[in-house]
């Protein structure tokens, strides 16, 4: 570029802000997340944390960000095809309790979709018939339509992954000691079936009515 030239604008730098801002607009406090954006980004762009009743939980999942120019439809329309590191992929589904949550921004529509990352891999094992694209550098996932971020899908969104962290909770308040893990759910106080600690408790407060019965 010559002296007087004025610095350009990158076309890719350009949709990624507008994909930021996009995303900023959609969840946030309002709607029940916290964006943190992951400084160094080796992995994932956020850090996402649940808000419930205007407060927050703690609870945080991964959260990739993908801006795409012009969208491939496959199946009649139903899902978008997108190619993604078959390595970034790998890294999403080792986030427990939830894995990684993908979010596609169509820029030319203004819109975003989601699924969880277990979900796209889902998708690919029914679609291949062996595993060698576990071994190649990039993947072929594919999104629903279904899953747009509109005001009805971010609450869905919200509600699935509250419900992930729940059963987690559930599970290691279970099975925990088994596994070493310590015992502190203060997400769901009520009763489990298949927790045996609470089935004991049930029998011991409720066991001779029971037996009258």
């Keep these: 570029m010559a002296l007087n030239d004025l610095p350009q604008i990158d076309p890719s730098a350009s949709n990624s802000a ?16 916290i964006l943190r954006k992951e400084d160094p980004d080796l992995g994932c762009d956020y850090m996402v944390e649940l808000v419930s009743k205007s407060s927050a939980t703690g609870l945080k999942f991964p959260l990739q960000l993908k801006s795409i120019a012009k969208i491939n439809m496959v199946e009649n329309g139903k899902f978008i095809s997108y190619q993604v590191k078959t390595s970034r992929l790998g890294y999403m589904l080792k986030h427990a309790p939830t894995t990684c949550i993908f979010i596609f921004y169509d820029i030319a529509a203004d819109k975003c979709y989601y699924d969880f990352s277990d979900n796209l891999y889902g998708r690919i094992i029914y679609d291949r018939a062996g595993d060698n694209w ?36 559930k599970m290691q308040s279970a099975n925990g000691t088994k596994y070493g893990l310590p015992i502190v759910n203060l997400l769901d106080a009520a009763f489990d079936p298949r927790n045996p600690t609470h089935l004991k408790k049930l029998l011991k407060d409720y066991g001779l009515f029971f037996l009258g019965q």
């Design 18 to 33: 507008t994909s930021v801002r996009k995303l900023a607009a959609l969840l946030n406090d309002q709607t029940g997340f």
């Design 134 to 169: 576990t071994q190649q550098e990039f993947v072929q996932v594919h999104m629903p339509i279904a899953h747009e971020l509109t005001a009805e899908g971010i609450a869905e969104l919200h509600h699935r992954l509250f419900s992930r962290f729940i059963e987690a909770a």
